[in-house]
């Protein structure tokens, strides 16, 4: 499954960094914590492989979209 934006895709990078124990559990805030608690590590190595270079920076609920 593909990151929908850049912001999930590094959000994705930095929480496989923490499950591999590149980095510590304890620095992970909001989405990349949920996503270390929630994801097993193949979820998140295809969400952290996602190339990003057509992606939107973030997708929201944007009103004007």
């Known amino acids: 499954m593909p990151a929908k934006s850049k912001a999930?895709?590094?959000?994705?990078g930095a929480a496989l960094a923490a499950k591999r124990?590149?980095?510590k559990k304890s620095s992970l805030?909001?989405?990349?914590?949920?996503?270390e608690k929630s994801m097993t590590e193949g979820e998140l190595e295809d969400l952290a492989e996602?190339?990003?270079k057509k992606l939107p920076e973030r997708v929201?609920?944007?009103p004007k979209a």
């Open 8 to 12: 999930q895709q590094r959000a994705a």
């Open 21 to 23: 124990g590149d980095v």
């Open 29 to 35: 805030k909001g989405a990349s914590r949920e996503m």
């Open 50 to 52: 996602t190339k990003h």
């Open 60 to 62: 929201g609920n944007d």
